[in-house]
């Protein structure tokens, strides 16, 4: 099953996360599927495919909490 969930990247204490289609029970840093953009929460600024997330979610992928929250809000 196939999740839309966010993937760490940058230094401690200035993390930033990458959006990515993985599957639900994959690891951390696992292999994705696809990279849809990226989130960072510090200057709250995101890039987000929000085309392809939809197309993802209608293909069944179910996205983490938070990321449905940062898709409802970058939603034009």
């Known amino acids: 099953m196939l999740a839309i969930k966010l993937q760490t990247a ?3 204490h200035q993390r930033s996360f990458r959006v990515v289609v993985q599957e639900k ?3 951390l840093q696992g292999k994705s599927v696809e990279d849809l953009g ?3 929460p510090h200057t ?3 890039e987000l495919k929000i085309d392809r997330a ?3 979610i209608k293909s069944g992928a179910q ?6 929250k940062l898709l409802k809000k970058y939603r034009k």
Do not use: I, M
Not at 63 to 68: L, M
């Open 54 to 56: 939809e197309y993802w």
């Open 38 to 40: 990226w989130w960072n």
């Open 25 to 27: 029970r994959s690891k």
């Open 44 to 46: 709250n600024k995101a």
């Open 63 to 68: 996205p983490s909490e938070t990321v449905s």
């Open 10 to 12: 940058g230094k401690k």
